[in-house]
């Protein structure tokens, strides 16, 4: 969310920043809506001086046995408490009106961040690892998975419908394997800190990380009124909205292997076999929170932890540098990592790492007081995939397969699956 005094003070390079993101100028408009909302400010505070002024004079009269004028400022006085409280209301319904309409924009992209219309815009960063050479054809994972009677799309649709899946026996600990390996890393050589945090928030922390109110169709709710959460990175941020932190003891790292659901409104036709797209799905998620002056380093080493993981299980990717029209609604910048897969002949993404800058902390209330402990600014927050677990386990299958339609297991995962070097039909 914006800072409406920003606003005011730079319209034009507000107003630019959203032509980037493909949104026509919004500064009139809102500064409107602030217009009005410090008019009345300006009144309430007016009407209140007269209030405290008549107040005393009361007393003034009263003390020369005027009673007719005090008697008439007593009345004065009743009338302005009407108008305040009357005008309070009207107050608070105009600071929600402003906020209601700062929480639809966007954050704003970096300078570097290339201005585009959709995925075909976005910049190649680098690309790590060759895609493996098979001497037959390779198959997808699901066409894997289900061969070894491992991956059942059948029986999960029964009980839950489209876009779900069990997994079974060595492919479900493949799964807790991969997940396991990431964690491992994160917390024992990058330095984050490991939780399990809740699986449904509220709606104010779905509303601090910019979930909400513009995308609740893309999640679930509960008839009580909770949010399963689309991503750990709901929940982790969340852990610091309402408080000052020391800024001595940012950055702070964090990370959770959780499960996560989204409605994938928008997705039909897309992905609709297989493992890519589901409605539940477990990912790593990676949280910091910095300083102003340290998120875009942080930016980049959160982005090569996540790469990281990558180059370790021997899978071959690309790391995009997305453009202003595929990037999501919080973030200024994002790097997205897209692993190769045999199967589909393609780079797909595994992990999107953004820095969203103070977007979240200013709705979330999130801030740090600064080494003179007088300083107290808003946080920057940023997130990543550390990597997307399920897509891990379809980037291990398809890149591992074999002929005979068994699955190498990667090295670093050996110790995690109990000294098992291959998934094979006979296996369960």
């Known amino acids: 969310?914006?800072?409406?005094?920003?606003i005011r003070e730079n319209p034009g390079d507000f107003d630019k920043g959203l032509k980037r993101r493909g949104l026509g100028p919004l500064s009139g408009e809102l500064l409107k809506l602030d217009e009005v909302r410090?008019?009345?400010?300006?009144?309430?505070?007016?009407?209140q001086k007269r209030r405290n002024a008549a107040s005393k004079d009361i007393g003034k009269a009263k003390a020369q046995k005027d009673e007719d004028t005090a008697q008439k400022l007593m009345a004065e006085v009743a009338d302005i408490k009407t108008k305040v409280q009357a005008g309070e209301d009207e107050e608070r319904a105009l600071n929600a009106k402003l906020e209601a309409a700062?929480?639809?924009?966007?954050?704003?992209?970096l300078d570097d961040v290339p201005d585009g219309a959709d995925e075909t815009d976005n910049a190649l960063v680098r690309t790590v690892g060759e895609p493996p050479k098979f001497d037959f054809e390779p198959k997808q994972h699901f066409e894997i998975g289900e061969g070894l009677g491992l991956m059942d799309f059948e029986t999960a649709g029964k009980m839950s419908g489209a876009r779900f899946v069990i997994l079974k026996g060595a492919l479900s600990r493949l799964e807790r394997a991969i997940a396991c390996f990431m964690l491992d890393q994160h917390t024992g050589e990058f330095g984050y800190t490991e939780y399990t945090p809740p699986l449904l928030v509220r709606d104010?922390?779905?509303y601090g990380t910019g979930n909400l109110p513009k995308f609740a169709e893309d999640l679930f709710k509960t008839e009580n009124d909770y949010w399963l959460i689309p991503t750990a990175e709901v929940p982790l941020t969340n852990m610091?909205?309402?408080?000052?932190l020391d800024g001595s003891d940012l950055p702070m790292r964090a990370t959770a292997w959780t499960p996560c659901f989204r409605s994938e409104a928008?997705?039909?036709?897309?992905?609709?076999?297989?493992?890519?797209r589901q409605h539940q799905f477990s990912k790593v998620e990676l949280v910091s929170i910095t300083t102003p002056d340290q998120s875009l380093e942080e930016h980049e080493r959160m982005t090569k932890c996540a790469e990281s993981i990558l180059q370790r299980l021997g899978l071959a990717y690309r790391?995009?540098?997305l453009c202003t029209g595929d990037m999501g609604f919080a973030s200024r910048k994002t790097y997205d990592l897209e692993v190769w897969l045999p199967g589909q002949d393609a780079y797909r993404e595994i992990s999107s790492c953004s820095v969203c800058g103070?977007?979240?902390?200013?709705?979330m209330g999130a801030r740090f007081r600064g080494a003179d402990k007088k300083d107290v600014r808003y946080v920057h927050t940023l997130n990543g995939s550390g990597v997307a677990v399920g897509r891990a386990l379809v980037a291990v299958l398809e890149n591992y397969q074999q002929a005979d339609g068994s699955v190498i297991i990667p090295e670093v995962l050996r110790g995690y699956m109990g000294g098992l070097t291959q998934i094979s039909a006979t296996q369960d």
């Open 38 to 47: 410090r008019a009345h400010l300006t009144m309430l505070q007016d009407l």
């Open 358 to 363: 103070d977007f979240q902390a200013r709705r």
């Open 1 to 6: 969310m914006f800072d409406i005094k920003w």
């Open 204 to 206: 104010q922390a779905a």
């Open 266 to 276: 928008g997705a039909a036709g897309k992905d609709t076999r297989g493992m890519i």
């Open 319 to 321: 790391t995009m540098l």
């Open 102 to 109: 700062l929480a639809e924009i966007p954050n704003i992209p």
């Open 240 to 244: 610091v909205r309402e408080t000052i």
